[in-house]
């Protein structure tokens, strides 16, 4: 079974910019969740969807947003692009919503912003 | 104060060391508690997942939560060079994000 894809894998913008992420599930998981990573502040949870519904949003400004297809494919979009930005970005995939279940993270977009 | 305190290490030990790695939360409600494994370039992998408090077994590894003292404990034992990684603890409390601590640097030297 494939795992968890994200695109694309590198990306550089210049501030002011936005972009858009990808991330396509494990086949038959509805749950996707972003998450930021940097080295100062760690894993940080951006928001979860289920069945194209936004379940969790964590702290971040409006800037970041999201949002799922009827097939689980999951988009993540951050506008005005800030230097602050910089960051890996991971989304895992679950069955459900809910920490009992597993999450499997994908391999992250490292988004440069210069 | 962050919801889940991780020393960053890094960590260097021999081969065939025993590893502990350790962790504190502050939220009384966590009742799910995991240990991720992030090798460079890649996304984290779970390892353990642990309900509330007790200690679980898996091979070499072995997870411990004290709810008591709100402490969170991997312990790896005969550690390979293949264990070199950073290692996440998160916690949370079943209907809410998981909150991750900000990760071991681990180094096992040959």
């Known amino acids: 079974k494939a795992g968890v894809t994200q695109t694309p894998r590198y990306l550089i913008k210049t501030r002011g910019q936005q972009v858009t992420l990808s991330c396509s599930p494990i086949s038959g998981h509805r749950s996707v969740s972003w998450y930021q990573q940097t080295p100062g502040q760690g894993l940080q949870f951006l928001f979860e969807?289920?069945?194209?519904?936004?379940?969790n949003k964590g702290n971040f400004p409006g800037r970041f947003s999201g949002r799922q297809f009827s097939n689980s494919r999951s988009e993540m979009n951050v506008s005005t692009l800030e230097l602050g930005d910089s960051a890996l970005y991971l989304c895992a995939s679950s069955l459900t919503s809910g920490s009992t279940d597993t999450q499997y993270f994908g391999p992250g977009t490292r988004l440069t912003v210069l | 104060q962050k919801e889940v305190e991780q020393d960053p290490g890094p960590l260097s030990v021999p081969e065939g060391a025993i590893v502990s790695l350790n962790c504190t939360y502050s939220n009384s409600a966590f009742q799910y508690f995991m240990w991720y494994r992030q090798y460079s370039r890649k996304g984290p992998e779970l390892l353990m997942y642990?309900?509330?408090?007790g200690n679980k077994e898996d091979g070499r590894f072995t997870a411990q939560v004290d709810k008591s003292s709100k402490y969170i404990s991997l312990f790896i034992r005969d550690s390979q060079p293949s264990d070199s990684a950073t290692y996440l603890c998160?916690?949370?409390?079943?209907?809410?994000?998981?909150?991750f601590g900000k990760g071991t640097r681990l180094s096992v030297i040959a």
């Open positions: 998160a916690s949370d409390s079943g209907n809410t994000p998981l909150v």
């Open positions: 969807y289920f069945s194209e519904t936004q379940r």
């Open positions: 642990t309900y509330s408090s």
